[in-house]
């Protein structure tokens, strides 16, 4: 796709897409009718050949645009893209060059012609945007290619307002019609020459649109980000059903704010004991499980949560699935952490954790029931330039569900530790292998470079940390498939008994051989559960 662009000043949307170069297009040419524009030197610096056709005094448009023909029939292009051309077009143009492009900074139809900003804030309109459109002889009326919207701050003015839409609005919608174009994905509908429309193949909706406009309102200005150099805010979405940290009541008055860590680890936290229906409980760090566990009661869910791993809970995030009772509250409150979240709160409960001064209480409401207990489907990540997004690891497979591979069965009791050990690995930093015996953890081995190194991880956390607990007959998860039987040897060593992982490798046969020759069992889920943020 070969561009000519029009522009009489800066042309700063010609500059960028030179640069982005939207779909594999390129500028051929810029054209300008001021001498000394500034958007000449630009195109040169980009060795982007120039021209300057300035009108004469008298002279008509039809003629200067005739000449302006003559000078761009030297040069193969497209189509024209004008950014900032200060001349009204006739047919003489159009009918002769190929689909001409502006954008207009508004969100047509409404505030057309010149001084758009100023007549936005005059109209105390809360959203503005940029319109591209194809240009025809009525200004800004042709038809639209694509929008992209900003919002209005009560303390914008025109220049403030002029640069958010140029570089939030401008730089965004103009290149992508300009890839539009270049993928032949657009159709300008004629009649009798005539542009009356445009139709874009695929710009489509569903659960991965082709454009997403997100609109989060600050909730808070946190007191830094992930360390103390670093500002940082919290933003909230108003249409989020599920249980959440965001917005969850604060019961302890005392304590200090929530700051960016401790919105993410608690985030984590809850996610990992909605898992569960039995009573959960979950120690977190840096967003890893440090232990979890399931029991018939909370406390003792928390009790056999903590044991896994009590030195590394000193500081941690604690998330319960059940209304905290004073008992549990007892056991938090026994070591410095440094928030604690439930669906609930007796008032003994309270009691005892508002004796913690700084420790942060947050009531998230009730979590739901079965499905209901995840209503958002998706998460999302930013990345330099753009958004990663995703389905959410919903995945949670009973024992039904699992491939026996071994000559040797799991025990009843086995299954029932690796559903719970699969459930909980979810939540460990890939590569990440998890060691448990029941419904609660034993060692975990997170966010290892080597599988094998994460097994070894596991096993020591096991023998050193871990509290009237051992590997000795425990389950062991994998995230991922184990490439070489080296990890099941390893894991043979602490004494795991059982092994749940997606399979998959094309040295399946070797492991399942090395798990055989260990007296293993072990069962294949299918699928695997990274976590990498």
Known sequence: ??????????????????????????????????????????????????????????????????????????????????????????????????????????????????????????????????????????????????????????????????????????????????????????????????????????????????????SEERAETLRYGENPHQDAALYVDDGCEEAGVVGADQLNPGAKGMGYNNYNDADAALNLVKEFDEPAAAVIKHTNPAGCATADALADAYDRALRTDAKSAFGGIVALNRECDADTATAVADSFKEVVVAPGYTDSALDVLREKKNLRVLDVGPLGEGDDRFSERFTEKPIVGGRLVQERDLQSPAAADLEVVTEREPTEEQLKTMTFAWKTLKHVKSNGILFATGTETVGVGMGQVSRVDAVTLAAMKAEKDAEGKSAEGAVMASDAFFPFPDAIEEAAEAGIEAVIQPGGSVNDEDVIAAADEHDMAMAFTGSRCFRHD
């Open 1 to 214: 796709m070969k561009i000519a662009g029009l522009a009489s000043n800066r042309g700063r949307n010609l500059r960028h897409i030179a640069d982005v170069a939207p779909g594999g297009a390129e500028l051929s040419v810029v054209l300008t009718n001021r001498e000394q524009a500034p958007v000449l030197e630009a195109a040169t610096e980009r060795r982007v050949p120039t021209e300057v056709v300035e009108r004469e005094e008298g002279e008509s448009r039809a003629s200067h645009e005739r000449r302006i023909l003559d000078r761009l029939a030297d040069y193969d292009f497209d189509l024209v893209c004008l950014d900032g051309y200060m001349r009204v077009l006739t047919d003489e143009f159009l009918d002769a060059a190929p689909t001409t492009l502006n954008v207009h900074p508004s969100l047509l139809p409404a505030f057309l012609g010149m001084n758009a900003h100023e007549a936005v804030l005059d109209a105390g309109v809360r959203t503005t945007g940029c319109t591209v459109h194809v240009v025809t002889e009525e200004v800004d009326g042709g038809p639209i290619v694509t929008q992209e919207p900003v919002p209005v701050y009560a303390d914008d003015d025109a220049g403030s307002l002029k640069d958010r839409v140029l570089y939030d609005a401008e730089f965004a919608a103009y290149p992508r019609a300009v890839r539009w174009f270049a993928e032949g994905r657009v159709t300008v509908e004629r009649e009798g020459g005539d542009v009356v429309g445009v139709a874009v193949r695929g710009d489509v909706g569903g659960d991965f649109p082709e454009r997403r406009f997100v």
